[in-house]
């Protein structure tokens, strides 16, 4: 098997445990529906945390 359908069937697996899982605990895709939901509202809270990181990477890198 070749790199590119490795990561085909990685990719293709990955989603069929999550659909698997969502049939198994209906209460497990409650609240991810419920989360996404409420990161629509607080998507500033995403961008914080991401200026967060790139700062502490970036900024504090020494020069080379």
Do not use: D, Q
């Not at 700062?55 to 020069?63: A, C, D, Q, R, V």
């Amino acid at each position: 098997m070749n790199r590119p359908s490795r990561h085909t069937v990685t990719i293709l697996s990955a989603f069929v445990l999550i659909a698997a899982l969502c049939v198994i605990f209906p209460r497990v895709l409650a609240f991810v529906e419920l989360a996404a939901r409420e990161l629509r509202y607080l998507w500033w809270l995403i961008l914080i945390l991401a200026l967060g990181v790139w700062l502490t990477f970036f900024i504090g890198k020494p020069k080379e």
